[in-house]
């Protein structure tokens, strides 16, 4: 490329995508994860499966609330 071209900048393609999130979202996805306090109990009755449970818990830590996620989890023990 010489020094007298210009180089053509372009907008990007790709989308921005803003999430918007409820504000109680930690507690009331802490209160779907209820259930471990099944499991820590040795409950047979679960109410979400592990992958449920999981992605619940994996979204908390998504959305930083990882630290509500903790506390209650140490608590529950």
Request: charged content about 25%.
């Amino acid at each position: 490329m010489m020094s007298s071209e210009k180089k053509r900048i372009e907008a990007s393609k790709h989308r921005v995508v803003v999430v918007v999130v409820d504000p109680e979202y930690a507690d009331k996805t802490w209160k779907i994860l209820h259930a471990i306090h099944e499991i820590f109990n040795h409950k047979g009755i679960l109410t979400l499966s592990h992958q449920d449970l999981y992605r619940h818990a994996f979204d908390m830590v998504l959305h930083k609330h990882g630290e509500k996620l903790y506390s209650g989890l140490v608590s529950t023990m």
